[in-house]
């Protein structure tokens, strides 16, 4: 199968190859003797917890007095 690349340095997967390996939103690259390897990601349900409460601003500090609070209780 040919991908065309574009002046914007993108390519566009077949669907055919995006559906045997499954569904990913990122992909890891790497070049190996002269080839691009693409292997998919999955972003663990922790690293998206993580993520979401660093966009919130809540830190380990935060989250270690929620549970002590919550021991009290």
Not at 20 to 38: F, M, P, W
């Amino acid at each position: 199968m040919l991908a065309k690349l574009t002046s914007k340095n993108q390519l566009t997967l077949p669907k055919s190859v995006v559906q045997s390996v499954g569904k990913a939103e990122y992909y890891d690259v790497s070049v190996e003797s002269g080839r691009i390897v693409l292997t998919p990601v999955r972003i663990q349900q922790a690293d998206a917890v993580r993520a979401k409460l660093e966009a919130l601003g809540i830190d380990e500090q935060d989250v270690n007095d929620a549970i002590a609070w919550a021991r009290r209780e």
